[in-house]
């Protein structure tokens, strides 16, 4: 996968995977309420657009961010890390969501 492609959900496409081109070549109106997750390195020119009211969060490892810098400088992005998840923090979700996953199973 790269930056080229990308999943377009709204109310008529539902999922439909567009090339990047298509989508920075939407009517102006269509481009002001955009979000774009993506965990790939931002290289296409065409996500520099500062006119574009996009929202883009780039979930991706410090080296896919340091190979997005030209498109972090452009947009001045903020750029924020996490660290990874402690096995405690693992655990306690995996018991949280299967606790959860049992009470929906739960005979009525």
Same mark, same amino acid.
């Given at each position: +996968? %790269?930056? @080229?492609?990308?999943?377009?959900? @709204?109310? $008529?496409?539902?999922? +439909?995977? =567009?090339? !990047?081109?298509?989508?920075?070549? *939407?009517?102006?109106? +269509? /481009?002001?309420? &955009?979000?774009?997750?993506?965990?790939?390195? =931002?290289?296409?020119?065409?996500?520099?657009?500062?006119?574009?009211?996009?929202? &883009? &969060? *780039?979930?991706? %490892?410090?080296?896919?961010? #340091? *190979?997005?810098? #030209?498109? $972090?400088? #452009?947009?001045?992005?903020?750029?924020?890390? +996490?660290?990874?998840? /402690?096995?405690?923090? &693992?655990? $306690? !979700?995996?018991?949280?969501?299967?606790? %959860?996953?049992? =009470? *929906? #199973?739960?005979?009525?």
């Amino acid at each position: +996968m %790269s930056d @080229d492609y990308c999943y377009l959900f @709204d109310h $008529a496409s539902h999922g +439909m995977r =567009i090339t !990047a081109d298509y989508l920075f070549n *939407l009517p102006h109106e +269509m /481009k002001t309420d &955009i979000w774009v997750l993506t965990d790939e390195v =931002i290289l296409n020119p065409g996500w520099n657009d500062r006119t574009s009211k996009w929202f &883009i &969060i *780039l979930a991706a %490892s410090p080296a896919k961010v #340091q *190979l997005s810098r #030209q498109w $972090a400088k #452009q947009r001045k992005v903020g750029v924020h890390y +996490m660290s990874p998840w /402690k096995w405690e923090e &693992i655990f $306690a !979700a995996f018991r949280y969501e299967m606790k %959860s996953f049992l =009470i *929906l #199973q739960k005979p009525e």
